[in-house]
């Protein structure tokens, strides 16, 4: 059984930083390809940022790119988001989620496994 939990969310002021985690237990890490999804109130869920088992293939939603960068530690089963020069339109829950797909994507269907979410509020 699969499980992810995030932390380091938080509240920061616009043009701050926050780094979130992501720990996968249950299953061995490097299997999966990993995604941060986010879902501000009264929207949709929508993708952030992907990336692949070995940490070599990233991709981004266009509005965040520059200012966050997805990365993991198979060693430690971890994923983490670094995100950097935040703005009031980065508030949302971050979700954690993990994706057998060879190759991530940005489709929440394809991810199997989700985490509970982290807030993040960035106040202006």
């Known amino acids: 059984q699969v499980q992810l939990v995030e932390s380091g969310g938080g509240l920061v002021q616009a043009g701050g930083s926050l780094r979130l985690s992501c720990a996968l237990s249950?299953?061995?890490?490097?299997?999966?390809?990993m995604g941060w999804f986010r879902q501000a109130p009264r929207k949709e869920r929508e993708f952030v940022a992907a990336?692949?088992?070995?940490?070599?293939?990233?991709f981004y939603t266009e509005s965040v790119k520059g200012r966050f960068t997805i990365s993991r530690d198979n060693a430690k089963n971890t994923v983490t988001l670094q995100m950097d020069k935040l703005n009031p339109e980065d508030t949302a829950l971050y979700y954690c989620?993990?994706?057998?797909?060879?190759?991530?994507?940005?489709?929440?269907?394809?991810?199997?496994?989700w985490g509970q979410g982290t807030q993040v509020t960035v106040s202006s």
């Open positions: 249950g299953r061995t890490f490097s299997n999966y390809a």
């Open positions: 990336i692949n088992w070995s940490g070599g293939s990233t």
């Open positions: 989620a993990a994706s057998e797909q060879f190759v991530p994507t940005s489709a929440s269907g394809d991810y199997g496994y």
